[in-house]
């Protein structure tokens, strides 16, 4: 049975952590947003394949990579108790290097590096309010992956905001801005 949810009500970690595991949610400043229908199994390969190539160039090094469902709670601060956390987020993938973030609930805090694949129905919610998010809890790098045009938009914190994105066609090799040892080869991606 789907939950009801009051877009007047503010929610926090500990009322999402009540909520159904059959049903998806994501807590954006205290506002629930359902993350249905289920990924389409394009956005699934993608995620996959792309998963699977820095899972291997993380493999012994000290950054993990992890992926959806993967609860990502954002503190306003990093005293605030998680029973006051109104931001809880699944990135597609994410990467967190340090180990200290990591706990049995999924990470608390601002991952290093966080890879959204974008969907008809989640592409407002990844192009805008999550844009905004990440850029606040400074995510240092941003990857908005559209797999219908193949294209990629990479945002790098710099002096404490995004500015200018990079746009970039999802073939052949792109290395992110974090990692420059990590080439993700796109047409080993969208190979058919």
Not at 63 to 79: G, K, T
């Amino acid at each position: 049975m789907s939950r009801v949810v009051d877009p007047s009500t503010r929610y926090t970690y500990v009322d999402y952590a009540t909520w159904p595991d059959a049903e998806r949610w994501e807590l954006i400043d205290g506002h629930a947003y359902l993350m249905t229908p289920a990924p389409s199994t394009e956005h699934q390969r993608v995620s996959m394949r792309l998963g699977s190539q820095m899972e291997v160039f993380f493999r012994g090094k000290p950054c993990e990579v992890f992926a959806a469902p993967f609860d990502v709670r954002l503190p306003a601060n990093e005293e605030q108790r998680d029973d006051a956390v109104d931001t809880v987020v699944q990135p597609d993938i994410l990467v967190v290097c340090d180990p200290a973030k990591l706990d049995d609930k999924g990470c608390r805090g601002t991952p290093d590096w966080v890879v959204e694949i974008i969907s008809p129905t989640t592409a407002s919610q990844d192009q805008i309010r999550k844009l905004d998010l990440y850029e606040r809890h400074q995510v240092r790098e941003y990857w908005i992956v559209d797999p219908l045009n193949r294209i990629i938009t990479v945002f790098v914190l710099s002096h404490g905001g995004y500015g200018k994105p990079l746009y970039v066609e999802a073939k052949g090799k792109l290395t992110p801005r974090l990692f420059p040892e990590l080439e993700v080869e796109w047409d080993l991606i969208f190979a058919e």
